[in-house]
């Protein structure tokens, strides 16, 4: 047992004499840090190094809108906040922190000034995060076709593991004290840190759509740096659905992330590929199968 990530560092030699295969999350890869996340030598599941491009806001726009995304509009000044903006802190943490503004005054009465933030347009909608996992060791199923220099290449197997909605306190159960104007007379103000998770099937006609975006998000990881070993598996296209049903991409997690893993019993989404596969199942499974062929550099960093 360890008092905190940091000294993975330390047992590195340890971990590698047992065969250790580390499985990145929001928790290891927000307390470690990036930086010793990459120095940690010990074979981790995926790539990671596309978190350095998932630990930036910007480098997520960058790489989420060259896949074809569309994403809610980013504010450079806060003096340009003339209706609902949330801001956002950057790194996984749940939640925590984030606010909603709805002028400058809002923004600076709420704002840490001393960490790195976004400003994004507030898409009124409901909040589905789409869960996926691409395993590029496979050669059936729904194939990612490659762009760019892997243009006419099948570059492996994309699957829907599941979908879910989160519940957020405190903001889910604000609209029953009144107006926002109202709780902040009562000196409240809405939070929006993630308390769990509820399973979502979501109408068949955004499914394509779905598809879409996470074949253009994985085609697109190949083509962010020379020799990119591009996005490997689970990742969460995080989405709002608004009346007009369209879907808006506000983050990227390149990893297993809240939600896809607690359906350990699988999912509708994930029971079509087989019964009671979870992610979680679902990694186990890509790891043995690689092994078995000598794979596991095309699955391991």
Known sequence: MLDHYHEMLDHAEW??????????????????????????????????GILH???????????????????PRVLEDPHDIDG????????????????????????????????????????????????????????????VQGRGKHAGKNLGRLELMSMDRRDESNVDEFYKLGSLRDLREMALEPSFVVTGNQPVVIRESLLPR????????VAASFELEENSRGMLGPFCLETIVTDQLEFKVFEISARIVAGS??????????????????????????????ADDNRLHDILS
């Open 210 to 217: 779905a598809f879409e975006m996470a074949e253009g998000t």
């Open 15 to 48: 971990f590698r004499e047992r065969n250790v295969v580390i499985i990145p999350h929001g928790s290891l890869v927000e307390y470690l840090g990036s930086d010793k996340f990459g120095a940690l030598e010990v074979p981790t599941f995926g790539n990671r």
């Open 53 to 71: 491009w998932e630990s930036s806001r910007a480098r997520q726009r960058q790489w989420l809108e060259s896949g074809g995304c569309t994403m």
């Open 84 to 143: 609902p903006v949330i801001v956002k802190y950057a790194g996984a943490k749940g939640g925590r922190g984030y606010f909603i503004a709805r002028d400058y005054r809002d923004f600076r009465r709420n704002v840490d000034i001393e960490e790195e933030f976004t400003i994004q347009e507030y898409v009124l909608g409901c909040r589905y995060y789409l869960h996926f996992f691409f395993d590029p060791t496979a050669e059936d199923g729904f194939q």
């Open 261 to 290: 893993n607690p359906f350990v019993g699988g999912s509708p989404y994930s029971d079509i590929n087989e019964t009671r596969m979870s992610t979680g199942r679902r990694i186990a499974r890509s790891i043995r199968k690689a």
